[in-house]
């Protein structure tokens, strides 16, 4: 209530003006009381928490020009801040109503009546005032942002793309990511259904918005997973280490399947690739593993112990204690390594995965669109001590 007691200072100081400047004239003042009373009886509504009378009283009380539609717009917006939908369109389409709109006042009223239908999930209604106000060339940038976010929120990716490719507002980098995402939501779709040569066309698509799209470079993985094309699926992983290295770690469950099946050389110089590109805890963990299973235990040892300085974070610190257990032959010693190891395992528990590096939002799943801020690939693994 407060909020919309501030927002009527503005109306007080913008009368107090009009019946100042109109006051030479007797009829303008009988005119300005009747208003100013219509006023007061207004603010006593408000004031008594009878919004909806009090709405009536404020929508039939200002005679419409730009400094008055401002104070209604304003009003409108708090309204649908505070959640009442129903009282921001009433006052919306009231003005809409009125004669003698300019073009500019009624595409500005549009806008924010876009903005309640969006609000409340009205989502059909709020593509339509937008498409219109786009025809009309009217704010073209807020027109198509918007449309763009319609189509994502009703997952409608076909439109996404379109309205995204003609929007040219937004940095190219972006614009070629977003599309490349939006042919991988349709890709996955395809996907889930069976469909592996759709699904490949559409991956081939966003491969070629963003050659270094890696969501798409994972997917193309799964259709070779799903054939059993090994040779393929390990030139689809080493790709994606030279794409983009943030989410290198979303190979792990296809090399987890693969390190049987591949020449161990060339799995081992895949590893030193890895390594080398400080891929991740995850593949320091996976490599000591493999050099223990083929080369020994002493050899596997020395390479964690190398690591633990090249890549130290907790993840790799628990695996060292491992072997240091392993090692270990007095029994008193072994005990409290267990001990230790257990206790950094359960901090580890605590951590989170990914983290957004656009509003900070922390998950253990990955999500292509951040749920918080709603950016694309912004969530990424957590590195260093806490991470990989
Ligand atoms: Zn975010």
Redesign the pocket.
Known sequence: MFDLLFLLLPIAAGYGWYMGSRSVREKKEEDSYNISKNYIQGLNLLLADKTEKALEVFINLLELDDDTLDTHLTLGNLFRQNGEIEKAIKIHKSLLSRDGLTFNQNSLILQELAKDYYSVGLYDRSEKIYSKLLEQNYDNLNALQNLANIYIRTRDWEKAISITKINNNIEKKQQKTQIAQFYCELACNEFDIGNYAKTESLVKKALSENPNCVRASLLMCDILSNSKQEKKLFKQLELIVKQDIRFVTEIRPFLVNLIDKIPYKEITDFFDILISNKAGTSFDIMYSNLIEKKEGFSKALAFMDKQINANPSMRNFAHLILFYIKSSSNAQEKNNLIKLQALVQEEIKTLAKYQ??????ETNTLFWN??????WE??IPVRGLKGE
């Open positions: 957004c590096n656009n509003c900070g939002f951040c749920p918080s801020c709603h950016s912004t969530i």
